[in-house]
């Protein structure tokens, strides 16, 4: 038997249980992992409080990143006792995830644990961080560098923002971190932000086009915010989207894309291939000091993952959530 947090659906409604079910009833798959770490991020909360259409077959395992160590394996690119991890395929949305003690999955799905981070670690990191990293690889490949001038992440104090604001500033860049919580400035600095802005100066109606002021933005809210910092990005300038926390729309106009030569990058993290998936885990790996571990992180119980997604959409929480499951 394992443990498990189960989503069922009762009048409509989701509901979340931590249960005890056979391992005969996950899904039957050629790789067998005995799971140490998963994490909340912001689409778990979506799927476990019911609040996003993520889930639309229950029951459903939620829970779209872990950690852990193959316990059975017909794929010959992966032997019992080896240490992995998985983000994203859908995993946690149409294929039972992460938070249980147990998942059976396609090989194809998993990368090996790279060498120098722990499984731990590695879900601190988790889908959050690896969205980040791809963003930051966005901004690289948009050719903004260190010197271009400052770069701006939105929704700093979470899982995306706080990753992305570590990396950048790893990698030397002059960052402003957008947050509507004042009370975590401290943490943002702590991370490698040179100053915070509070969200509200964004409140305005974007122009077409405002004074220019960064290289590069990593954004995660989406919405009005989202049009706001394209109208300030600089000419030639990259802003990677990655997020919705604000809203999925975009009321923003062609001007800065035709006048300032504005690339706007979309990032996703779920279907990625494997060669980018494996890069970004790499420097990942090599970037983020050790500090940023302890910073950035609140542990908790398979058990406390139904409250935590909550605070979670309610903005109660900073950095990353890891869940405990060994
Ligand atoms: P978190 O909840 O950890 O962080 C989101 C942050 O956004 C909050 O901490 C808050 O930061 C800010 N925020 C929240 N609500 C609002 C709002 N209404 N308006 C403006 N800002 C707000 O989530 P994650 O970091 O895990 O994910 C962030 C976004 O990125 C989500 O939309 C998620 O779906 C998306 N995402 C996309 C992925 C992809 O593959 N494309 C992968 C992973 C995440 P603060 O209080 O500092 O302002």
Redesign the pocket.
Known sequence: MIKALVLEQQDGKTQASVQNISSSQLPAEDVTVDIKWSSI???D?LAITGKGKIIRQFPMVPGIDFAGIVSASADPRFHVGQNVLLT?WGVGETHWGGLAEQAHVNGDWLVPLPQGLEARNAMIIG??GL?AMLCVMALEEGGVTPESGEVLV????????STAVALLHQLGYQVAA????QQ?AEYLLSLGAKYVIE?NSFSDAAKPLEKQSWAGVVD????D?LAKVIAQTNYGGTVAA??????YQLPTTVMPFILRNVRLQG????MIPTERRVAAWQRLTELLPERFYQLATSEITLEQAPQIAAD??N?K??GRVLVNLR
């Open positions: 991020n912001y689409k909360a994203g889908t959050a969205t939105t929704g700093a104090s979470g899982g995306v923002g957008v947050s509507g919580r975590n969200r995660v809210v989406g919405g915010l990655c997020g919705l926390a604000g809203g990032v996703d993290s779920v979670l959409l903005g929480v900073t």
